[in-house]
């Protein structure tokens, strides 16, 4: 194996200074009964050509990564500037481990610090943290926060119009902490939560948690939101997926948001058919201590140099163990890193002209469904670059055919919502031409039908 | 001196920020009047100025490139942190999970158009089963960490089914990872520390008196973290089952067992695997990584939503409506499940036990040479790590500063002040990638360690001098916390 150095001989060398006669002695502490006594059930051993053949036929089968592609839904497809990938394939970044010794990885401590810097500047909020594992997982842990902080409460409030995927770990992790969880309702005419919902935010309230722009790809009342939570005196926890949409859309801190959630992997990270991407962690100052998650600081050395930390680790498992602010001892590093590297590449002007031509393309898109198909735009309100149709037949099936024409034509919202029987989630990012977008219009007219 | 040592072409380097200038651009977009476009929102949903950095390319390229010559990294040299199992990443598999068939997948595409990786994630359920003696697997955890907060999760839907709801304590050795209490207690449960015995091990006894009906289990890691395989495992895992309780198994040090020998055959009920420990993804500076978790037969109905089945030759995703719950959006750091899969193959059935071979061998080889240079608390036999600690050293020397004088010596210091149990400990992890005249020099390295605090302490004490920084002030930074860049 070439992986494996040790020569017979030296493993001979080796075994006399240890004092024993064979390899199996070391391992003479575990019971004989439980040793492999036979082959493990995995396949024969397979060399380097071999490897690159089996995983490139196993690529072939992967028929969707090529389609014309308007699947959103919590993972975007984003022009990626090519120095990211060569960057992060830098081997100093990718075959280090999280910078216990500061002395020896600077390179990464600085560059996560800028990371939570961006990330900071971006969600225009006090403080990001080093990073969490995705978006659900960080919204799953901003509630627990929430909880820590609002000791007295018992009711956390969430949006129904969030991706129905963080709402299930949310519920994973929170259901058997806080009281009650109550959803607030969609009204079906905008695609997000119902005015008169707002109405259960209340003096128990621990928080109240949405998604902008939501599943259904609409932008929630940010306004009145904020303000009804924060008058009951509730933490407000707005959540982005996509978040390039913050290149134009109103941020987290304009609304005063307490803790910011969201995903990072539009930011330059490949979908890898959903992992690995970043989770976006950011709350206000005054809340660090109890956040969770690596925090990156500034600092000097021994000669007054500028340096930086893992810090505030007080609020973590190595320290607090059970009592630590959340269990996580990682964070996404090297797609963090990627993250940073995108948003330092495309800058102020590049990530604005991104999120203006996502705005624009599903402008453009929609206007187009509404007046040359037999389909309708479902809600009324704002978007950002995406949205959902109401098709003249079941989604699902209307989805079939957009795959028959090699078009993956979006997400059918019966999935996860019943009710909506003929919607489609749409979406569309910088990387379609008009031209696709137009392709896109006219296989849904050939299934559909053209407006009536 | 055969001992690589440090010095180096180190250029300083700001912050990019730092680097920003007003009109300069590093990206490239086609062309398109933009102009309007921002009015497709109204005013109050419109954001104001973004502050991220203003540079062109050539600036991005230097300033990652600068800042990535100051991190050790595996590739530049011996990394023997213990408990993270920094084994050689292999360039095969960076290689091939970039090809745009896996990378361009989105996690939405109807399973019919991603059966390759449909197919693979099958397999790896599979084969992580079969290697650990398990009946099913999940890959969806993205981390350890997430793996223990996944498999006590499953514990306590297992218990909630069978309705023996007061089962509320997890016992946990004081040898333990803090994520394993810090996993417990995410979920709700109390946790009871089990001391260890002289012998760094589980007493049973002491076991005994800690089992009751209210005790849903215990999480033990084995070999612990002294690299002490718990040799009473086949009693221990009985006494807890005869309680009632389940066993739970830290896979952290999965190393020292792969192939070798399989934690579900010892009577464990639920183990994480680390595939960037044990299966050779790389750490990334502290991710992604990925914490598949593997269980017994009663237990699987419980894993986290969704899973993959194979029907007809046609690979799908299915739900158990006793599951867990789900643990994360999609299905897990597919990027990272892909490179331990080519791992596992490269390897194959007739390999595979190998690794676990010679990162025992190695092991045990560093501590044959160092143990009369540095105290070993624990004087059990030791698997594939082995912890020394700093009472021994004279002039006031302590592990910090044998850490530091390893970092001039060439190479990345072992893990330190873990485990809790030994005051100083010094944890040495070889793996199995490294060749004998790797630890020869590393060895060596540690023998002039000891000699010169003894001789020359001010060499020990001072150091690293060959860094691009010097000893940070850590408490200042956690005092007056500077977490983001201020524009002046």
Redesign the interface.
């Known amino acids: 194996m070439r992986y494996l150095p040790i020569t017979d001989s030296e493993r001979k060398e080796m075994l006399e200074k240890i004092g024993v006669k064979s390899v199996d002695d070391l391992f003479s502490p575990l019971p004989k009964s439980v040793l492999l006594k036979k082959e493990l059930n995995i396949p024969s051993s397979m060399s380097e050509p071999e490897l690159e053949k089996m995983m490139d036929e196993l690529g072939k089968e992967n028929c969707g990564a090529n389609m014309l592609s308007f699947l959103g839904g919590g993972c975007y497809r984003h022009f990626c500037p090519a120095l990211v990938d060569q960057m992060i394939s830098r081997s100093e970044f990718y075959t280090s481990y999280t910078p216990y010794q500061p002395e020896v990885s600077q390179g990464t401590l600085q560059a996560i610090f800028e990371f939570q810097t961006m990330i900071a500047n971006l969600f225009q909020m006090d403080v990001a943290n080093a990073s969490m594992y995705d978006g659900a997982t960080a919204a799953a842990e901003a509630v627990l926060m929430a909880h820590k902080i609002q000791t007295k409460r018992r009711k956390v409030l969430i949006a129904s119009t969030i991706n129905p995927q963080y709402l299930e770990t949310i519920r994973t992790y929170t259901s058997f902490v806080v009281d009650t969880i109550e959803l607030l309702e969609m009204d079906p005419a905008t695609g997000c939560v119902a005015e008169s919902e707002l109405a259960k935010i209340d003096s128990d309230t621990i928080c109240v948690l949405f998604q902008y722009p939501n599943y259904f790809g609409m932008i929630e009342n940010l306004k009145k939101i904020s303000a009804l939570t924060h008058e009951a005196g509730a933490l407000l926890i707005p959540v982005v997926t996509e978040a390039t949409a913050l290149g134009v859309i109103a941020t987290p801190g304009s609304i005063d948001a307490d803790i910011a959630v969201g995903d990072g992997q539009a930011l330059g990270i490949p979908m890898n058919f959903g992992g690995p991407g970043v989770g976006l962690f950011t709350c206000k100052e005054k809340h660090v201590r109890k956040m969770p998650g690596r925090l990156i600081g500034e600092t000097v050395d021994r000669n007054g140099n500028r340096c930086f930390v893992l810090t505030l680790s007080a609020r973590e498992q190595h320290i607090k163990r059970e009592k630590a602010t959340s269990n996580i001892c990682s964070n996404q590093g090297l797609m963090a890193t990627a993250a940073s590297i995108y948003l330092a590449t495309m800058g102020k002007q590049g990530l604005r002209d991104v999120a203006l031509m996502n705005l624009k393309r599903a402008d453009y898109l929609k206007k187009k469904i509404a007046s040359e198909t037999a389909c309708r735009i479902a809600f009324n309100g704002c978007n950002y670059n995406e949205f959902t149709i109401l098709a003249p037949m079941d989604a699902c099936e209307l989805l079939k055919a957009f795959g028959e024409k090699g078009i993956l034509g979006g997400i059918a919202a019966k999935k996860y919502f019943p009710e909506l029987d003929n919607a489609v989630i749409v979406n569309t990012t910088e990387v379609h031409t008009y031209g696709e977008l137009d392709r896109f219009v006219d296989a849904l007219k050939e299934i559909a039908g053209g407006a009536k | 001196m055969s001992y690589p040592g440090m010095r180096d072409l180190k250029l300083r380097?700001a912050?990019?920020?730092e680097r920003?200038r007003e009109g300069?651009?590093?990206?490239?977009?086609?062309e398109?009047d933009?102009t309007g476009?921002?009015s497709?929102?109204?005013a109050?949903?419109?954001?104001?100025e973004?502050?991220?950095?203003?540079?062109s390319?050539v600036d991005?390229?230097r300033?990652?490139?600068r800042?990535?010559?100051?991190?050790?990294?595996?590739?530049?040299g011996f990394?023997p942190?213990g408990s993270?199992t920094?084994?050689?990443?292999?360039k095969?598999n960076?290689k091939?999970v970039?090809?745009?068939?896996?990378?361009?997948?989105?996690?939405?595409?109807?399973v019919?158009?991603?059966?390759?990786?449909l197919?693979?994630m099958y397999e790896m359920q599979r084969?992580l089963a079969?290697?650990g003696g398990f009946a099913a697997c999940t890959l969806n955890p993205?981390?350890?960490?997430?793996g223990?907060?996944t498999g006590i999760?499953i514990i306590?839907s297992y218990f909630a089914k069978t309705g023996d709801t007061k089962r509320k304590k997890i016992i946990i050795p004081d040898s333990a990872?803090?994520?394993n209490?810090?996993?417990?207690?995410?979920n709700?449960f109390e946790?009871v520390v089990l001391e260890s015995d002289e012998h760094g091990k589980v007493d049973l006894a002491t076991l005994k008196s800690l089992l009751n009906d209210e005790v849903a289990g215990i999480m033990l890691t084995n070999p612990n973290t002294l690299g002490?395989?718990e040799?009473d495992?086949?009693e221990i895992t009985k006494m807890v089952h005869e309680a009632g309780g389940l066993v739970y198994g830290d896979g952290a040090n999965m190393n020292a067992l792969l192939?070798?020998?399989?934690p579900g055959?010892?009577g464990i009920d639920v183990l994480h695997y680390n595939l960037h420990k044990t299966f050779?993804t790389?750490?990334?500076?502290?991710?992604?990584?990925a914490g598949p978790v593997g269980v017994c037969q009663k237990l699987v109905e419980f894993l986290?939503?969704p899973f993959v089945v194979c029907e007809n030759g046609v690979y799908s995703f299915k739900n158990s409506s006793d599951a867990?719950?789900?643990?994360?959006?999609?299905?897990?750091?597919?990027?990272?499940t892909l490179k331990a899969f080519?791992y596992?193959?490269?390897?194959?059935?007739?390999?595979?036990?190998?690794?676990a071979?010679?990162a025992?061998?190695?092991a045990?080889?560093i501590?044959?040479?160092l143990k009369d240079y540095y105290h070993l608390k624990y004087k059990?036999?030791t698997?594939h790590e082995v912890v020394f600690d700093d009472s021994e050293m004279p002039n006031h020397v302590t592990t910090m500063d044998i850490?530091?004088a390893l970092?001039d010596r060439g190479y990345?210091?072992p893990?330190v002040y873990?485990p809790l149990i030994v005051h100083g400990a010094l944890m040495i992890e070889p793996t199995?990638?490294?060749?004998?005249e790797t630890l020869d020099e590393f060895i060596e390295a540690m023998i002039d360690i000891a000699e010169k605090a003894k001789s020359d302490p001010e060499n020990i004490l001072n150091a690293?001098l060959s860094?691009?920084?010097?000893?940070?002030?850590?408490t200042?930074?956690?005092r007056k916390?500077?977490?983001?860049?201020v524009r002046n």
């Open positions: 380097e912050l990019i920020f920003s300069r651009r590093g990206y490239s977009l086609p398109e933009l476009a921002e497709i929102l109204p109050e949903l419109r954001r104001d973004l502050d991220l950095p203003e540079v390319e991005v390229v300033h990652y490139t800042l990535s010559t100051y991190n050790f990294s595996l590739d530049l990394y942190l993270c920094m084994k050689y990443n292999p095969v960076e091939l970039r090809n745009p068939q896996f990378t361009e997948l989105h996690p939405e595409t109807p019919r158009f991603a059966q390759g990786t197919k693979i084969m079969e290697i993205s981390a350890g960490a997430h223990e907060y999760g306590r990872h803090g994520t209490p810090a996993s417990c207690a995410l709700g946790v002490v395989f040799s495992i086949l192939g070798v020998a399989r055959d010892m050779s790389p750490h990334g500076g502290g991710g992604p990584g986290p939503n867990m719950g789900r643990v994360r959006s999609f299905y897990g750091n597919m990027g990272v080519i596992i193959l490269e390897y194959g059935r007739e390999h595979l036990g190998e690794t071979k010679n025992v061998l190695n045990n080889y501590k044959a040479c059990s036999d698997l850490a530091k970092i990345h210091p893990t873990f199995e990638s490294e060749s004998k690293p860094t691009a920084i010097s000893r940070p002030d850590e200042l930074a956690a916390p500077v977490l983001k860049w």
